[in-house]
Every structure is written in C-alpha cells, then in structure tokens.
C-alpha cells in the first residue's frame, strides 16, 4: 500500500492535529481491509472512507478558520483582510460556510473554482452519512453514490488540500507541530 506523507506544518490547534492523525490511523486501517478486501466487499469500504476524507478536511478548514480568527498573534497566514474579517466575525462553522468563503475570496487561487465545486460534491456526499439520504440526493442507491469515482475524487482533494495548505499557509517554524499527516494512497 502507497502511503503519502504531508507535514502538519499549517496546523494552528495542536488538538486537531492530533485528532486529525488519529482520523489518518483510522483511515489507513480501512485502507488495509480495503487492499485485502475481494472486489465485491471493497464497495463496502468506500462510504466510510469518502465520509471520513470529508470529515478530515472539514476539520482542516475549522482548524484554518481558528488560525485565520487568531491572525493578530500569527502573520502566516496570506489571505485577504476581507476574510479575515468574515472569518473572526461569522460564527458558521459548517462545511458549507467555508467552501463558500473559500470561493468568495479565491482561497485557492486559480483553483479555486474547481476545487470548491469538488469540494461542495464531496460535502453533499458527506452529508449523506445519514442513511435515509431525506434530502434524496441523486443516486439514491449508496452503493452507486459511494463508488471508485467518489473515492478517487475525495482522496485527490484531501491530498491537495493539505499539500496546497503544508505550501501555502505554514506556521512560523517555533509554532509548528512537529510531525507528519500519513495518508494511505
């Protein structure tokens, strides 16, 4: 099994750090049935992993957000005083309020679009960790809606959006955690 390995270097609350590692150990344990699984059990994996991607990168962001909110201690990080003002004013603190933000002031830069339609799927897959799927997203099978396609696209976006925050957001080298995030592909 690939595993990929990213410094938690952006990481403003050393708790959601660890919390967001341990998410990581979870995940690679699913991935280790999931590579030793016969095909018609591995569809059986990928619902939780696609919810537990989703779940690590909503975290990603809350914990961006706290560091954003806290910018007058830490100049590391590079957005626009416009969010930082939405973000230390705004007390949403759901998935959909930061892909939004994340649109609106171009957090992503010339990605930004593309990432935040992906991420908006992945967030209505996510939300369909409730079984009885009451908003009838489309499929309304889970297995169809939690397919290879799903997994692919959300290991993809985890993996950018801790590589594009390791790059782009780092804490200042006294402030970082002093480990890295394992992702298992």
């Known amino acids: 099994m690939t595993k990929t390995n ?3 270097v952006f990481i403003g609350s050393f708790k959601i750090g660890d919390n967001i590692s341990h998410n990581l150990d979870s995940l690679n344990l699913i991935y280790k049935y999931y590579e030793d699984a016969e095909e018609n059990e591995k569809s059986l994996l990928i ?6 991607i989703a779940f690590i990168i909503e ?16 100049k590391s990080v590079k957005i626009p005083s416009s969010l930082i003002s939405v973000f230390q004013n705004k ?8 892909i939004e933000q994340s649109r609106k002031y171009n957090l992503f830069d010339a990605k930004t679009t593309e990432i935040c339609d992906r991420l908006d799927n992945l967030r209505l897959l996510r939300n ?9 997203h489309q499929p309304r099978d889970e297995k169809d ?11 993809f976006l985890l993996k950018y959006i801790m590589n594009y925050m ?20």
């Open 91 to 98: 007390p949403n603190d759901q998935f959909n309020f930061y």
């Open 47 to 52: 619902k939780p992993i696609v919810t537990q």
């Open 128 to 136: 369909r960790v409730h079984i009885q799927n009451k908003e009838n």
């Open 145 to 155: 809606a939690f397919n290879q396609k799903a997994k692919n696209e959300g290991e």
């Open 6 to 8: 990213i410094p938690a």
């Open 59 to 74: 975290a990603i962001l809350y914990d961006f957000r706290g560091r954003v909110k806290g910018h007058t201690r830490e």
């Open 166 to 185: 390791a790059e782009n957001h780092p804490r200042p080298k006294g402030a970082q955690v002093g480990y890295d995030f394992v992702l298992p592909f």
